[in-house]
C-alpha cells in the first residue's frame, strides 16, 4: 500500500496535500504582486518584481499540477469537484468572481487605477509600471493596460494549460488541441504582434513624432469577434504606407478569413477549429477556465435563452458594421441622421465588446461557468454555429445504445448542452453551440461519444424513439 | 381510456412511460418510494465521489412530468389488489390501475452472514444506500467490500476517492469470473491493485464483528484472518425487489415471472426491468438479466404491447459497458469465461497493461461470436450487424480501423492486433484503410 491515509476519517473536501500547498503559496505571491501594485504601489525594481510575478505563475502553475496529480493514474479527474468551495459555488468561487470582475471594470473603464499613464507626466505607475521593463524590451516604449493584459492573459494560458495536459494525459484529442491552444496564444496572439510593434510594422511613430496608428496583428482575430475590424482608424491603419505590405496583407486576410475561409473550414471541421483550437478567449476559457466547466446552465430555459441572444448580438454587430462601411465609404459620420459612433460603435463597445466578452464572460467564470461569452455573446461564434448547425461535416456521434444516462456529458459540457438527452436516446448531437472541445467524449464511462467529421447524410444518427439494441419491431414500419 | 400505473421510476418504467406517452394520451402515473423523480441509478457513484449533484443525474428537468402529462406519486406500494384492480399505498389513498406495470428493480443480495444487520454493513443500489454510504463513511478510515462483480468495483473506486483504504474480497480465484476471461480478469486485478485496492482472491467473509456498540468493527474471513474495518460493503448481486407482490396473485418465482411478452398471470399486469423472471429465457440470454440496457429494451417493449402493438422481447445481440477506475470495457457478442470446444480465440494486450481486446468466433464455421475491449472503444452499430449477420471473424479483423471509436488522435493498433492474429491463427487477414463507418451498414 503506497498510499495510506493517516486521515481519523474519510475526507469529503479534500484538503491540499503539502505539494499543492507549496504551489498555492508560490501561486498567491503572484496574486499578492498584481493586488498590491494595483493597490497603487510602485516598484522601484520592475525588472526583479516582474521577474518575480511571471515565475510565480509558472512555477507556481507547475508545482500545484504536480502536486495534484503526480502518482495518480491517467484518467478523468474530477473527483470532489462539487465538493470544493472553488469550484461549485462557494465562498471562494463567489470571492474570485469578485476579484476577476473587478479586475475587468478596472481594465476597461479606469485604467488609471491600475498605474496606465497616473504618475508624472504620464508615466506609468502600480501594475501598469511593473510591465515597462518587458514593453520596452518588445517595443521600445511604457507598457499600456492592453500589454499587461495581454502578457498576463499568455501567462495564464500557458501555465494553466500546462496542467490542463497533465490533467487530461490519457486523452491525446485533449493534448493535441492544448498544445495548439498555447502555441496560438503565444505566437500569433501575443509575440508575433508585439514584435511587429517593435520593427515599426504596426503602433509606431514616425521621425516626425506622429503617430501612425494600430491595427490588430493577430492573424485568426477576426470580424466579426474583432467587431472594430472596419472602424475608420483601424482602416487606415492598415493602408497607412509605414506599414506596407504587411498593413494591407492582414486587410485583405482578415476579410479573406471571415468571408471565405472560416466557412469553408467550420464546413469540414465544425467550429471547433476556431472555438477550442486557436481562439484567445477560447484558449482561456479551456485553460483557466476548465475547473469552472460544469457550473455552465443545462436547462432549456438556458438554451432558449441562448439562441436569442447569440443570433441578437450577430445582427447587432452586423448592423453596426454597415452603419461603419456605410460611414467610411461615404466619408460621413452619421447614417439616417445617427452618429454613427454615438449610435452604433459606442454602444456595441460598450455592452458586447467590453461588458459582455469581459467582464461577464470572464468575471463571471466561477459563477456561470467558463464559456458565457462563448455561448451565450459572441458574434463569431454565432456565424459558425449556423454554419455548423445547418452547413457542416461535424457531429458528435452517439454510439448505438451504450449511453447509460449518467450525465457526466451533460455536467461537464461548458457550453450547456444537455449531450445525454440526445446519447440516450441513441441520437448525435449536432448543436450550433457545441465548441468541439471533447471532454463529453473524455468523461464518458462506456465510450459513448465521438467527435467526428462525415459526410453529411446520416449526420443526425438515429431519428426514431428506440435506441439500439432491440431487433423485435422499429415504429412506424 | 385506460389508465396506466406503472411502480418504479428507474429506467424500465420511465422508458415505458415515455413510449407510451409519444403514442397515446391514456393517463400514465409512475410510483416510487425511492426518489420523487427518475434519476440514473447508474451515476449513483459520481454523486459521491463530488463528479455530479444529485439534480445532475436526473436525465429530465422536474417540469419534464407534468408537461407530459406523466404524474407521479412519491409513496411506497404495500400490495397490488388484483381483483379490485387497485393499490394499497403505505401513507396515501388506494391507487386503482386499468393496467399495471411492474418495474421495481432489485435489492442487494444478503447470504445471512452472521453481522451483516449491524451499522456500517450496506449494499450499493438504491439513493438511499448512497445517504447511508455518505453517514457509514464519516466514520471510516478502513473498508472491506464483498463481491467481485461491478457494483463492488464501483464502491471500492467511490471510497478511495475519499481516501478510505479498502479491502476487497472476491470469492473466485479471479475477478469478475463468472464473466471475464482469465486474461481481461487479471488486467483488471493488476489496474485495482495499482489503485491500491487490496484485493484478496480466493477469499470469502465468514462474519461481521461487533465493536459492542452495534457498529462493525472488524471481519473475519473464512481463511480466518480479522481485518479491521468500519465499514462493510456488501455488493455479492442482486436480486429481484419483489418481496410486496408475493402474496398478491402475480406469479413470482425468484422474479416476476413473464412470458416474452412482459405479460404476468394476471391479465393487465407487465413487468418490465431488473425485477423480471423470463418463463423462457429468450435465446440465449438469461432468465433474470439486470442490466441498464435490457431494462430499457424491456420498457420499450411492454410500451409497445399496451399501445395496442402486442410486440415480443427481442433484445438483439448481446452487448454491454463497465469503467474500472481509469479502464473503460465494452463487449459485443459471447465471450465467455470459458471456452466451448467450437471456439476459438485471440487475446491482445498492450506492453502498458491497460488495454486489450478479446475475440472469439466458431472455428468450424469461423463465425464471428462476440469480442472483449478495454481501453479502446469500438462502434457499436457495426458489431451488432455483424452479430446479426453471422459476420466471419476475417470480415471482422478486416475492419477494425473502422470499428475503432476513439476520440481522434488516439494511437491506433489495429495493425499490430491483426499481424498479431495472422500469427496466432495462421489465418491471413489483410487489414483495410479506415473508411466512412456508415459505408459498411448494410440497412
Known amino acids: 500500500m503506497a498510499e495510506i491515509n493517516l486521515s481519523i476519517s474519510g475526507r469529503k473536501a479534500q484538503s491540499l496535500n503539502l505539494v499543492q500547498k507549496l504551489g498555492a503559496i508560490i501561486g498567491l505571491v503572484a496574486i499578492g504582486i498584481i493586488l498590491i501594485t494595483w493597490g497603487g504601489l510602485t516598484f522601484k525594481n520592475n525588472v526583479l518584481w516582474l521577474s518575480l510575478l511571471l515565475s510565480c505563475i509558472f512555477i507556481g502553475a507547475i508545482v500545484y499540477t504536480i502536486g495534484t496529480y503526480k502518482g495518480k493514474t491517467a484518467g478523468i479527474k474530477n473527483d470532489g469537484v462539487f465538493h470544493r468551495s472553488h469550484t461549485s459555488r462557494g465562498v471562494v468561487g463567489w470571492a474570485a468572481g469578485i476579484v476577476f470582475t473587478a479586475f475587468y471594470i478596472f481594465l476597461y473603464w479606469y485604467p488609471e487605477y491600475l498605474g496606465y499613464a497616473s504618475g508624472v507626466e504620464g508615466t506609468n505607475q502600480g501594475l501598469v509600471a511593473l510591465f515597462d521593463p518587458l514593453s520596452m524590451f518588445f517595443k521600445g516604449k511604457p507598457a499600456s493596460q492592453w500589454f499587461v493584459y495581454g502578457t498576463l492573459y499568455t501567462a495564464i494560458i500557458i501555465s494553466l494549460g500546462i496542467k490542463f495536459i497533465v490533467k487530461y494525459r490519457n486523452n491525446r484529442y485533449q493534448v493535441t488541441r492544448t498544445i495548439v491552444v498555447i502555441v496560438s496564444q503565444l505566437f500569433l496572439a501575443y509575440l508575433i504582434p508585439e514584435i511587429l510593434a517593435g520593427m515599426n510594422y504596426n503602433d509606431a511613430v514616425d521621425a516626425s513624432g506622429q503617430y501612425l496608428g494600430w491595427y490588430d496583428t493577430d492573424i485568426k482575430n477576426v470580424w466579426p469577434l474583432d467587431y472594430d475590424f472596419f472602424y475608420n482608424w483601424h482602416m487606415d491603419a492598415m493602408q497607412a504606407p509605414a506599414y506596407q505590405p504587411l498593413g494591407m496583407t492582414y486587410l485583405v486576410w482578415g476579410i479573406f478569413l471571415f468571408a471565405i475561409g472560416t466557412p469553408i473550414i467550420t464546413y469540414y471541421v465544425g467550429k471547433r477549429w476556431y472555438c477550442s483550437w486557436v481562439c484567445g478567449c477560447g484558449g482561456l476559457a479551456e485553460t483557466a477556465g476548465d475547473s469552472y466547466r460544469q457550473l455552465s446552465s443545462k436547462k432549456l430555459s438556458a438554451w432558449k435563452f441562448e439562441r436569442w441572444i447569440i443570433n441578437l448580438v450577430l445582427v447587432f454587430v452586423s448592423i453596426m458594421t454597415l452603419a461603419t462601411l456605410y460611414g467610411y465609404f461615404m466619408n460621413t459620420n452619421s447614417l439616417f441622421g445617427l452618429d454613427i459612433y454615438a449610435y452604433f460603435q459606442k454602444p456595441y463597445g460598450f455592452i458586447i465588446g467590453a461588458a459582455f466578452s469581459g467582464v461577464i464572460g470572464v468575471g463571471f467564470y466561477p459563477i456561470l461557468g467558463n464559456r458565457v461569452w462563448c455561448r451565450f455573446g459572441c458574434p463569431m461564434a454565432g456565424y459558425m454555429g449556423l454554419i455548423q448547425r445547418f452547413k457542416s461535416r461535424f457531429r458528435i456521434t452517439t454510439n448505438g445504445g451504450q449511453c447509460i444516462s449518467c450525465g457526466n456529458c451533460s455536467t461537464y459540457c461548458e457550453q450547456g448542452i444537455d449531450v445525454r438527452a440526445y446519447a440516450q436516446k441513441g441520437q448525435n448531437i449536432v448543436r450550433s453551440s457545441c465548441v468541439g472541445c471533447g471532454v463529453c467524449s473524455s468523461v464518458c464511462p462506456r465510450g459513448v461519444l465521438k467527435l467526428e467529421n462525415g459526410p453529411e447524410e446520416g449526420r443526425f444518427g438515429n431519428e426514431g424513439p428506440i435506441v439500439l439494441g432491440n431487433d423485435g419491431f422499429k415504429l412506424d414500419q | ?443
Not at chain 2, 90 to 115: E, H, R
Not at chain 2, 415 to 423: S, Y
Request: glycine share 8%; with cysteine; charged share 25%.
Open chain 2, 1 to 443: 381510456m385506460d389508465k396506466i400505473v406503472i411502480i418504479g421510476n428507474g429506467i424500465s418504467g420511465v422508458t415505458a412511460a415515455r413510449h407510451i406517452r409519444k403514442n397515446s394520451d391514456q393517463p400514465i402515473l409512475i410510483i416510487s418510494a425511492e426518489t420523487e423523480h427518475f434519476f440514473s441509478r447508474t451515476a449513483l457513484m459520481y454523486i459521491y465521489m463530488g463528479h455530479m449533484r444529485f439534480k445532475d443525474t436526473k436525465p429530465y428537468e422536474d417540469w419534464f412530468w407534468e408537461k407530459n402529462n406523466i404524474d407521479l406519486l412519491f409513496d411506497f406500494v404495500q400490495n397490488i389488489d388484483v381483483e379490485n384492480k387497485m393499490l394499497q399505498m403505505k401513507s396515501g389513498a388506494p391507487v386503482l390501475y386499468d393496467k399495471l406495470i411492474l418495474a421495481t428493480g432489485s435489492k442487494p443480495n444478503m447470504f445471512g452472514w452472521p453481522g451483516q444487520e449491524l451499522n456500517g454493513v450496506q449494499g450499493l443500489y438504491s439513493y438511499q444506500d448512497l445517504e447511508k454510504l455518505e453517514e457509514n463513511t464519516k466514520i471510516t478510515k478502513e473498508a472491506v467490500v464483498v463481491g467481485g462483480g461491478l457494483i463492488g468495483v464501483e464502491l471500492a473506486e467511490m471510497l478511495i476517492s475519499r481516501g478510505i483504504n479498502v479491502t476487497f474480497l472476491v470469492r473466485e480465484a479471479q475477478f469478475w469470473g463468472n464473466v471475464l476471461p482469465e486474461q481481461e480478469a487479471n488486467l483488471i486485478s493488476d489496474h485495482l491493485r495499482e489503485h491500491h485496492v487490496d484485493l484478496r482472491l480466493n477469499e470469502e467473509l465468514d462474519e461481521i464483528i461487533d465493536d459492542g456498540n452495534g457498529q462493525v468493527k472488524q471481519v473475519k474471513t473464512k481463511s480466518g484472518e480479522y481485518i479491521d474495518c468500519q465499514i462493510v460493503g456488501l455488493t455479492v448481486g442482486v436480486s429481484p425487489n419483489i418481496d410486496f407482490i408475493r402474496d398478491s396473485g402475480v406469479e413470482v418465482d425468484r422474479g416476476v415471472l413473464v412470458n416474452e411478452y412482459l405479460e404476468t398471470n394476471v391479465q393487465d399486469i407487465y413487468a418490465v426491468g431488473d425485477c423480471v423472471q423470463f418463463k423462457q429465457a429468450p435465446a440465449g440470454r438469461k432468465a433474470i438479466e439486470q442490466v441498464w440496457y435490457t431494462g430499457r429494451i424491456m420498457g420499450e417493449t411492454v410500451a409497445q404491447t399496451i399501445l395496442g402493438k402486442r410486440t415480443a422481447y427481442h433484445p438483439g445481440p448481446w452487448f454491454n459497458s463497465a469503467k474500472f477506475f481509469d479502464i473503460e470495457y465494452q463487449t459485443y457478442g459471447w465471450v465467455r469465461p470459458q471456452f466451448a470446444a467450437n471456439e476459438s480465440d485471440f487475446f491482445w494486450k498492450h506492453p502498458n497493461g491497460k488495454m486489450c481486446i478479446h475475440v472469439v468466433w466458431d472455428n468450424s464455421t469461423d463465425e464471428f461470436i462476440g469480442i472483449n475491449t478495454f481501453g479502446i472503444r469500438l462502434r457499436h452499430e457495426l458489431f451488432d450487424q455483424w452479430l446479426k449477420n453471422k459476420a466471419s471473424i476475417q470480415l471482422v479483423m478486416s475492419e477494425l480501423k473502422t470499428a475503432n471509436f476513439d476520440p481522434e488522435f488516439y494511437h491506433h493498433y489495429e495493425e499490430d492486433i491483426v499481424a498479431k492474429f495472422n500469427a496466432h491463427t495462421g489465418m491471413s487477414v489483410a487489414i483495410k484503410p479506415k473508411k466512412w463507418w456508415q459505408k459498411l451498414m448494410t440497412n
